[in-house]
């Protein structure tokens, strides 16, 4: 039992390296991995694309109130984008902000449509959101969520 | 024994006058040295620590133009026009726009946002029929978004309303400050705080019995301005007299003069008070103080005299002459050539069109945005720090909420004539994504700061409050679905204590059977009545507090009914919770703040919560959209399409007191109320009179069609609605509704089994079925 635990626990670790999302605890100093996808699997309009890419470059400069600024700009140019809503968690991951990391989460999901990749991220993200604020049993239903969708 | 000391040695026989004289003069000099001492302790401690009080400034959404964005060319122009650009070039300069056709070229200045400053900005916009199609920068290049700069709409003001924006000696054109000594204190770089010429001719005119006047310096104004109360007394110029020189022992000229001219009095905005040449060319002219022409610079010159007296709104003739003999004195001492005197002279006032809007033009938002603030700030502060709000406000939506508002209700008056005082109403609009609150309307005189009805106007909610015990019911999908059979019959609900409860339909008939669906759109008072006890008032209250209410309500059934009293803005929160999918987000007034020179302090982020799953928000929201489709908000059709599938809700409360209407589209969420403020009845019906204002306001937004996710636990199923079983193609009239995965009826109707000629029969065998099941 305490096996699978510390096996899911590693995942998680794993996963949030992967998602590009600092896990706490972060590594000293260090700038922060940025929690941005490299490169967008959607072309963005122009208008969302500019302020995902200011707040790409304020998160990558340590500017993550102005990168969370950025992200709700776009939400109001276009709150029906899922992705937005998922940066927006993890910036408000960043911030340690963990119950509003869980919501936009949940809020980037209840948009994503079919896309259950970008859903299994959420959850993953939501895992991760309970995992910092100490709830390891909703961290691993949210894990579980994660795994149904693949 | 100190006084025999000193004095007893005096030689007798000098008069007791004398010595009686030193002692009043020895006493006199003591007490002037003190005085002295206190004015200079004061002079140095006020001048010193003094800064000037600034007011918070509260600024609208600023407008983002991008592709895409839904808004006319003509209502852009209108809100560049509100913030005081104008049209037509004006090269090197911002503040101008230009209609070319389609395309609409705007010079946007330069300003200090939250996020950082943005410089001076040409952009160029095209619009087609559904709002903007693209941006373009100077050199044609695709601009993804171009931001312009907010309109400020209003401030939190000192006690006295006293408004000035500072500026910098450095910033004033020279031409202001000849003009100003040339007309106010020629002398004012030689003297001393006084002028003896001046002095003698004052002295001279009180002594010919013309009173106190004139003859002061601008340092002695100062200290007037500054340390003193207006009345004119001799002892008073004595204290201004001392002061003077006081203050021009302590302070140089330049520092004396920054200071003039930023505590000088310069006009009167409804209640606002305009200080300080800032402001002044601001307000006069809007632009900045460094932008100023001779001519501008001399009529503010003109008004220190006396604003009220050479108003140039009221009296231009007189601000003209005024103005003149400004221009005039500022040649007689050869500050300006004759040529610069003579063109400025033939120069008109050239004053902004006049928009008074005193402290603000929108005093119900601005007070919510008061109170938000008070949370976390300081009165004082708020007050005088000129700390910078960036609020949520969409002056657009705001404009036209309050012009639609205005003007329905004062079509009702005429039509029903139920005497003084006369309807009020209420407006909220907020983002139905975000909550942000986009326009907040306090009453049908949007201007008058008073009573501000869309924030503290409690009132009963009637049929608002049907979605709450709806949703209750569809978050059980085990027992409740769209199509679920609700009893519409006679209903009496007993209970201990309290007389009992007999809740009667608007139209006074009984429905008896009726689906769920039905009974909300046509909003049956007694089937609702009936579901809510069934399901427990304590539960249904429990989803309305879930929804965002959180004052405290009495678990009545009537309540089930609207007995309750809210207000509009807290009715806005509860609808907000239903359109944005079950999330709830506090409703918000302000984005952002950060002080005077643009530090940011705090932010005051999007924040969400899940309230409910999606599938029942999903169920109660298709409701809401059958009451605008066939149900009491029928009449939406008349301002909106079909497409835009709005879902809203009516309500009217006992005797017509209240009328309601509460909806949404894809992207705006509104309430509106209207009803007397003494609770007359207003024999007006949600439908009749809410739902108008609603409608007309709504359909001058260009709203974006509600088109909801579907949720995965929701499936569309094809139903016959007579039987309330599953249909197909062969089935007439059958509907597409949605149902939380398992709850869909799995029995075919006969229909959808059947094919051709037997399907009428089948039909009338299905309702026969259905109304032997009711008992009627």
Redo the contacts between chains.
């Keep these: 039992m305490t096996r699978f635990v510390r096996q899911l626990l590693n995942l998680l670790a794993v996963t949030a390296f992967l998602a590009g999302c600092a896990s706490v605890p972060r590594p000293e100093p260090g700038p922060p991995p940025s929690p941005f996808p490299a490169a967008p699997a959607h072309a963005e309009s122009p208008a969302i694309a500019s302020l995902m890419d200011s707040a790409r470059a304020d998160f990558a400069a340590g500017r993550v109130a102005n990168a969370a600024a950025s992200l709700e700009r776009a939400v109001r140019i276009e709150p029906r984008n899922p992705r937005l809503w998922q940066q927006l968690a993890r910036v408000r991951f960043e911030q340690h902000d963990y119950v509003q990391a869980e919501s936009c989460a949940a809020r980037s999901s209840s948009w994503a449509g079919s896309d259950d990749a970008l859903r299994a991220d959420n959850w993953r993200l939501i895992a991760q959101a309970r995992e910092a604020r100490g709830d390891s049993e909703g961290a691993r239903a949210a894990l579980d969520a994660a795994e149904r969708l693949r | 024994m100190f006084r025999r000391r000193i004095f007893g040695e005096i030689e007798p026989g000098r008069s007791k006058f004398w010595r009686y004289l030193r002692y009043a003069l020895l006493t006199l000099a003591l007490f002037g040295a003190g005085f002295t001492l206190y004015l200079d302790f004061r002079v140095r401690s006020e001048f010193e620590g003094r800064r000037f009080a600034l007011p918070a400034r509260i600024y609208a959404r600023p407008l ?1 133009l ?4 839904r808004i006319s060319q003509a209502d852009v122009i209108d809100e560049l026009r509100e913030n005081g650009y104008r049209e037509g070039i004006t090269e090197g300069d911002s503040g101008w726009f230009v209609r070319d056709g389609d395309w609409l070229e705007i010079a946007v200045r330069p300003f200090r946002f ?2 950082g400053p943005q410089n001076a900005l040409r952009v160029r916009a095209n619009f087609d029929a559904n709002g903007v199609t693209k941006v373009q920068g100077a050199q044609a290049q ?1 601009l ?2 171009a931001r312009v700069e907010p309109l400020p709409i209003g401030g939190i003001y000192p006690g006295n309303n006293q408004d000035r924006v500072l500026v910098r000696l450095s910033e004033v054109p020279k031409p202001l400050v000849q003009a100003l000594i040339a007309t106010e204190d020629r002398a004012f770089y030689t003297h001393h705080g006084y002028d003896l010429r001046g002095i003698a001719r004052a002295a001279w005119s009180f002594v010919r019995g013309h009173g106190l006047q004139g003859g002061s310096t601008l340092t002695q104004q100062l200290v007037k301005n500054f340390f003193l109360t207006p009345e004119r007394t001799l002892q008073r110029k004595g204290t201004e007299f001392i002061m003077a020189v006081l203050l021009e022992l302590h302070y140089g000229k330049e520092e004396i003069l920054e200071t003039y001219l930023n505590e000088i009095y310069l006009g009167q905005d409804r209640d606002r008070a305009i200080h300080g040449v800032g402001l002044a060319s601001l307000y006069y002219f809007g632009k900045t103080v460094d932008r100023l022409t001779l001519p501008e610079c001399a009529l503010l010159v003109a008004l220190v005299k006396g604003p009220g007296v050479y108003d140039p709104y009221r009296h231009p003739d007189r601000a003209l002459e005024r103005r003149n003999l400004v221009l005039r004195e500022t040649r007689n001492v050869d500050s300006i050539t004759p040529e610069e005197y003579m063109l400025a002279r033939s120069t008109s006032l050239g004053v902004n069109a006049k928009a008074a809007r005193g402290t603000s033009p929108h005093p119900a938002f601005v007070d919510l945005v008061y109170r938000h603030l008070r949370r976390d700030y300081d009165e004082a502060d708020l007050r005088s720090e000129g700390l910078r709000i960036f609020t949520t406000l969409d002056p657009r939506v705001q404009a036209k909420a309050e012009r639609v508002l205005e003007r329905r209700i004062a079509q009702f008056d005429r039509e029903k004539r139920f005497g003084e005082p006369g309807l009020e109403g209420a407006v909220v609009v907020t ?1 139905s ?2 909550g ?1 609150v986009e326009a907040l309307v306090g009453g049908r005189d949007a201007r008058y700061r008073g009573f501000n009805r869309a924030v503290d106007a409690a009132r009963p909610v009637g049929s608002l409050l049907k979605p709450a015990v709806y949703l209750t019911a569809l978050a059980d999908p085990a027992h409740y679905t769209l199509i679920t059979p609700l009893d519409d019959g006679p209903f009496v609900w007993k209970s201990r204590g309290a007389p009992d409860w007999e809740p009667m339909n608007y139209d006074r008939q009984f429905h008896g059977a009726v689906p769920l669906r039905t009974a909300f759109a046509q909003s049956y008072n007694v089937a609702t009545a009936r579901l809510g006890t069934d399901l427990g008032v304590s539960r249904v209250l429990g989803t309305v507090q879930r929804l965002g209410i959180e004052r405290e309500m009495q678990p009545y059934a009537s309540t089930l009914l609207g007995a309750l009293d809210l207000s509009p803005l807290e009715v806005a929160q509860m609808y907000q919770t239903i359109a944005s ?1 079950g ?1 709830r987000s506090p409703l918000r007034a302000i ?2 703040v950060t002080t005077q020179d643009g530090k ?1 302090l705090k ?1 005051y ?6 309230a409910f799953p ?1 599938e029942p928000v999903y169920l109660i929201t298709a409701a809401m959209q059958g009451v605008v489709r066939e149900g009491t908000g029928q009449s939406l059709k008349n301002w909106l399409p079909p497409e835009t599938a709005v879902a809203g809700k009516t309500g009217t409360t006992d005797e017509q007191r209240d009328a309601w209407f509460a909806g949404f589209t894809g ?1 705006k969420l509104a309430i509106v109320w209207i009803g007397y403020d003494d609770n007359r009845s207003a024999h007006l019906t949600g439908a009749g009179a809410a739902l108008p204002v609603w409608g007309e306001l709504m359909a001058s937004l260009a709203v974006e069609p509600l088109a909801l ?1 579907k ?1 995965q636990g929701i499936e569309t199923v094809l139903v016959d609605p007579q039987s309330g079983l599953r249909a197909d193609g062969g089935c007439n009239g059958a509907l597409e509704l949605p149902f939380a995965q398992g709850s869909a009826p799995a029995e075919r109707a006969p229909c959808a089994t059947a094919a051709g000629v037997a399907v009428q029969e089948f039909k009338q065998n299905a309702k026969n079925w259905w109304q032997r099941l009711w008992g009627r």
């Design positions: 983002e991008h592709a895409g964005l939250w996020d695709d993804p978004l983002d994504q975000t942000e999918g999330f984005r952002e940011p932010r982020p999007l924040a969400v919560e899940q999606a992207d996710p949720p």
